[in-house]
C-alpha cells in the first residue's frame, strides 16, 4: 500500500511520516490512526535521502497487516480458549473462565505493547520511503525497487 505524508522527523536511517486519513480508513481500525485524530505517524526507511519537511510516497508492506491480525486477534482468541481448558481441567468453576481470560488477555496486550517498539524494527512492520514529491509536483522515484 502506498501514501503520501510529510516528514517531521529523521532518527538516523529512518524518517518520521505524517500521514493524513483517507476515506477508506475509517471503519477499518486496523493501523494507527487513533480515534477522533486525523494524521498517524509513520516510521519508514529513508531510502530516498529525503529531508523534514519534505512531501514523500511511502510504501507498508502487506504483510506486516496479517502478522498484526494475528497477534491482536488470533493470539487473544487462542488464550481464551486455554483458559476454557484450564477451567475444565482443573478449576471446574464456570466464572473463572471469564477470571483467566481477562487475565491472560490483559498480559497479552501488555506484552504487545513492549513488543510493539520491538516490532518497529521488523521488516515485514516497516514502511519505507519510495520517492520524494518535489514542488513542482513530479516525484523522484527510488529504482531500488
Known amino acids: 500500500m502506498r501514501d503520501s505524508g ?24 486496523l493501523c494507527l ?46 488464550l481464551i480458549g486455554l483458559a476454557v481448558l484450564i477451567n475444565y481441567l482443573f478449576i471446574k468453576n464456570e466464572i473463572f473462565i471469564l477470571v483467566l481470560s481477562v487475565a491472560f488477555i490483559a498480559v497479552w496486550y501488555a506484552i504487545l505493547a513492549f513488543l510493539d517498539k520491538k516490532l518497529k524494527n521488523i521488516g515485514a512492520c516497516n514502511s519505507r520511503i519510495v520517492s520524494v514529491i518535489t514542488p513542482d509536483n513530479t516525484d523522484n522515484s527510488d529504482t531500488k525497487e
Not at 500521514?19 to 481500525?29: H, R, T
Request: charged share 25%.
Open 6 to 29: 510529510v516528514i517531521t522527523e529523521i532518527k538516523g536511517k529512518t524518517a518520521v511520516v505524517s500521514v493524513d486519513k483517507k476515506a477508506e480508513c475509517a471503519g477499518c481500525g
Open 33 to 78: 490512526f487513533k480515534e477522533g485524530t486525523n494524521k498517524a505517524e509513520f516510521y519508514a526507511k529513508n531510502t530516498a535521502g529525503a529531508k523534514v519537511g519534505d512531501t514523500v510516497i511511502i510504501e507498508r508492506s502487506d504483510s506486516g497487516k496479517f502478522l498484526g491480525v494475528v497477534l491482536a486477534f488470533f493470539v487473544p482468541l487462542i
